[in-house]
């Protein structure tokens, strides 16, 4: 059993006793191994807490008697952010997983996706949930404001993740999902042409510097918030754009083998938006604008 030390001494913000001890494992070699355990709002002063520590997970534990047990079990149990998770995932098991076995175990040996979808990391926004996607049929990345950097932007998670979809997985569709209400949007449009700032989002988000440039030229005389929506769809557009800006992504579009397609889900009146990029019609207009086909309004 390794020796415990304590490493830090301090009051937690939301106890109202006495100062509470945070322990590690000291190991072997000399480092610190972090054990895991838990602050309590309120403790008495005899409250008789035991500490248990061991070299594995879960490394700390707490011992408690009588009432004070109970009182904190109550309260762990109506905080218990997993145990919903937990009953999720066995129903998943029970009446998804064992109920189509067969399906499952041939998804465990590959995969063969119809769609890339490129979402936003917005959690009221989940492309299974609003448009049924089952597991293995579309190949997923959500990022902040769904936005596709261009080629010459060098490596990113989002076309690590293009490069893998279309060149290995062969997807026919790349899938771009936008919705109502972005955070990332309204800060795209909120940022001052010239600002330098360290924030990673408004580095991020300067991807769609054209969508934003266009919605001032096209929507100056509306209010902010209009402004916002029609960026989020002008943006969408400006990301189907850079998607051609990648040498093997437009060589499959150019023989028809890849189909690139915009969408927009209002979640405030439950509607859903679906476009097709016309490859033909934007190589007319150099690229600089989209030129869209089928598209489909869903309410």
């Not at 150099?286 to 598209?295: E, I, L, Y």
Request: with cysteine; charged share 20%.
């Amino acid at each position: 059993m390794a020796a415990l030390q304590p490493t830090s001494l301090s009051k937690h913000p939301l106890s109202s006793g006495t100062p509470t001890q945070i322990f590690g494992s000291k190991v072997q070699s000399g480092d610190f191994r972090p054990t895991q355990f838990r602050f309590w709002t309120s403790f008495r002063s005899n409250t008789g807490v035991k500490l248990k520590a061991s070299a594995e997970p879960p490394a700390l534990t707490w011992e408690l008697k009588g009432d004070e047990q109970n009182g904190i079990m109550e309260m762990e149990s109506g905080c218990d952010l997993f145990g919903k998770l937990k009953n999720g995932f066995l129903s998943f098991k029970s009446h998804k997983y064992m109920e189509n076995l067969e399906r499952y175990q041939a998804l465990a040996k590959g995969q063969a996706p119809k769609f890339m979808v490129i979402a936003c990391a917005d959690s009221r926004v989940c492309p299974s949930t609003i448009l049924g996607f089952e597991p293995g049929e579309a190949f997923m990345v959500r990022n902040v404001a769904n936005m596709v950097p261009t080629y010459e932007s060098g490596p990113s998670e989002t076309n690590a993740a293009l490069e893998f979809a279309v060149n290995s997985l062969e997807v026919e569709n790349v899938f771009i999902i936008g919705h109502s209400c972005c955070g990332g949007i309204r800060a795209l449009m909120s940022m001052q042409d010239k600002a330098e700032s360290s924030s990673f989002i408004r580095s991020w988000v300067t991807v769609g510097k054209n969508a934003k440039l266009s919605t001032k030229a096209a929507a100056s005389n509306l209010s902010f918030d209009q402004q916002c929506t029609h960026c989020e769809k002008e943006s969408i557009n400006n990301s189907l754009l850079n998607l051609l800006t990648y040498p093997w992504i437009e060589e499959k579009v150019k023989k028809g083998m890849l189909s690139l397609h915009g969408g927009y889900y209002d979640f405030v009146n439950c509607t859903f938006e679906k476009w097709t990029l016309d490859y033909k019609g934007s190589i007319m207009n150099g690229k600089t604008r989209v030129v869209v086909k089928d598209r489909l309004f869903w309410c």
